[in-house]
């Protein structure tokens, strides 16, 4: 399953996939960060769907349209607040990670991009991020052959690298 995972540098909205995913948060307002910079992007039918779904656990996901955005649909997913890593932070951020895979498999979606969830305003450390990340990812691929590819598009040359060391961690190869 690690080979249908890419990290890569770049602008995640211009990612050539089917779906984005938004590190949302759970009442799904998008007023800053990633979040705010997709739903501007991608307009107000966005917005118009987030208010009707209303709240999301953290951990699970939705879809809504991706509105002007290339890509056919975004699936926001509420991470984790990190409080030090002992109040089930690892396995809630591995569940957004598993969500938007099965959400992807269940639209159709055979492709799917990712930010590095949590690691901003939410302070999820991006190191600790990436280990927990790239297993959950591969962990949900092993269950949906469907969804080829997923790529991790960071812009932050921290989250580049943590992702790449772990994806390579993971391969069993020397980053």
Do not use: K
Not at 30 to 44: C, D, K
Not at 138 to 152: G, I, N, S, T, W
Request: aromatic fraction near 4%; hydrophobic fraction near 45%.
């Amino acid at each position: 399953m690690l080979e249908r995972i890419e990290v890569t540098a770049g602008d995640l909205l211009a990612a050539p996939v089917d779906a984005i995913v938004n590190a949302a948060n759970e009442r799904l307002h998008h007023g800053g960060g990633l979040a705010r910079a997709i739903a501007s992007a991608a307009g107000p039918e966005l917005v118009r769907e987030s208010r009707e779904i209303g709240f999301v656990p953290t951990g699970q996901a939705v879809a809504t349209t991706a509105g002007r955005l290339p890509q056919r649909y975004v699936l926001h997913t509420p991470g984790p607040l990190w409080r030090g890593g002992g109040e089930g932070e690892p396995e809630l951020l591995a569940d957004c990670h598993r969500s938007v895979v099965a959400l992807a498999a269940q639209l159709g979606a055979r492709s799917l991009a990712l930010p590095a969830i949590s690691t901003g305003i939410f302070g999820y450390p991006v190191g600790l991020a990436a280990e927990v990340a790239v297993p959950a990812t591969a962990e949900a691929l092993a269950r949906h052959p469907e969804v080829e590819r997923v790529r991790f598009c960071l812009r932050e040359a921290e989250a580049h690298q943590a992702f790449a060391r772990a994806l390579s961690a993971a391969r069993g190869q020397t980053p």
